[in-house]
């Protein structure tokens, strides 16, 4: 299945790990409706690992815990389904999931038709336990030729989290979107750690399939079962920016049926969630005015990376109507200097010639700054903080 635009929804690993049930899915699905984050956008709802019977029925078939899920998984399809909503199951390529469960392993089209009959949408599917004698990229093309072939549409949401060199051939498999990390957990060393590896690979991202810099801690607080440290307000806000601006599907993690107003306004941010959304899917490149880098060093990643400013990484990203998206994201312990919040024309592609200039509306707190002489000067941003614009091309006088 071809996406133009990364996924968005919930998932229910972050916050509950095992403690999943028809009852927790049924309230989040209708969560999801009442505090506008389907409105918003957010429309899967996907149930993560540990939702099956340790063993297959007599015919091979993955058998939902009656226990979790006492009506199967049709019934919550249908629930979700009627309010607008869609479906996601997870399983893995191995002989087990990272949970220890049955997985897909020998099983992809016995599974790919449970999903299709279960009228899933969108399939996780991980990379626990597999097989050694088997290639990765194999794995993955034997799940996605039975989904191609299951008769339904399925999202197929490849989760290798990057290992066996994911990116060379991940657009080959039918995925459309790639995790390209190890796992995520509520603090915000983890969340610098992603977003500075995930930096380095940007270029890898774009329609079809999608860079999935795993899912969000935004509103966890500590709690949960990837909760540790938990984050400030600033920090998610951070988090969720840089993960919009990067191209990421946006999985919420959180309790949605207990957001608290901050949560919810970072979650439901339109004009962040826009930048994720923009409809020709461009990549996302560094505008860091004060690093030079000639085309010709563009070189493998490491090389091409190595002098680019990981802590204070400044993204633009070309948005369809011709404006601009510039984010400033300081991953560093210090308030950013002025050098680390300039940019000039040139980096965002603009001559001095066009005539025009840049108007800057921030998208957290309404701002406006107006370039001048060719050069943007954002001002203050506190450390584990980020500045947000969308950027209009307007004449100078
Ligand atoms: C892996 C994945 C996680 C989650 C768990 C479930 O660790 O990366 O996102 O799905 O497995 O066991």
Redesign the pocket.
């Known amino acids: 299945m071809f996406v133009n635009t990364p996924p968005l929804g919930w998932n229910t690993?972050n916050t509950f790990g095992a403690n999943i049930n028809e009852e927790l899915i049924l309230q989040a699905a209708d969560a999801m409706i009442e505090t506008g984050l389907k409105d918003a956008g957010y429309n899967y709802v996907v149930i993560?690992?540990?939702w099956a019977l340790k063993e297959r029925d007599q015919n091979g078939r993955l058998v939902p815990d009656p226990q979790k899920f006492p009506h199967g998984m049709k019934y919550i399809a249908d629930y979700l389904h009627q309010r607008g909503l869609k479906f996601g199951m997870?399983s893995c390529a191995g002989y087990l999931?990272?949970?220890g469960y049955p997985a897909s392993f020998e099983h992809e089209w016995d599974d790919a038709k449970s999903f299709a009959e279960w009228e899933v949408d969108f399939l996780?599917y991980?990379y626990?336990f597999h097989p050694v004698s088997v290639r990765a990229d194999i794995l993955y093309k034997r799940m996605g030729l039975a989904l191609a072939n299951c008769g339904r549409d399925i999202l197929f949401s490849a989760?290798s989290?990057g290992s066996d060199h994911t990116r060379r051939w991940i657009k080959e498999t039918g995925a459309s979107m790639w995790?390209s990390t190890?796992?995520i957990m509520d603090s915000w060393t983890s969340i610098r750690d992603i977003a500075q590896s995930q930096l380095k690979v940007m270029e890898y991202n774009g329609h079809g399939c999608f860079n999935d810099m795993?899912?969000l801690v935004v509103g966890m607080n500590g709690q949960g079962n990837v909760g540790l440290t938990g984050c400030t307000y600033e920090e998610y806000r951070l988090h969720f920016s840089l993960w919009a601006f990067m191209n990421s599907p946006l999985m919420i993690g959180c309790d949605v049926r207990q957001m608290d107003d901050q949560t919810r306004s970072i979650l439901t941010n339109r004009e962040i969630l826009a930048i994720n959304q923009d409809p020709d899917g461009r990549s996302p490149f560094f505008a860091n005015s004060h690093v030079f880098t000639p085309a010709e060093n563009r070189g493998p990643d490491d090389a091409f990376y190595k002098d680019y400013p990981l802590d204070t990484p400044i993204l633009a990203k070309y948005l369809s109507n011709g404006d601009i998206a510039i984010g400033l994201f300081n991953l560093s312990d210090t308030e950013a200097s002025m050098w680390q919040t300039t940019i000039t024309f040139d980096m965002l592609g603009l001559p001095a010639t066009s005539g025009k200039t840049l108007e800057l509306h921030d998208l957290w707190n309404g701002e406006v700054i107006r370039a001048v002489n060719g050069v943007i000067q954002i001002g203050s941003c506190p450390a584990h903080d980020c500045r947000v614009f969308r950027a209009k091309v307007v004449d100078a006088d």
Do not use: E, Q, S
């Open positions: 690993w993560d690992d540990i997870y999931t990272c949970a996780k991980d626990c989760c989290w995790r190890g796992d795993d899912m």
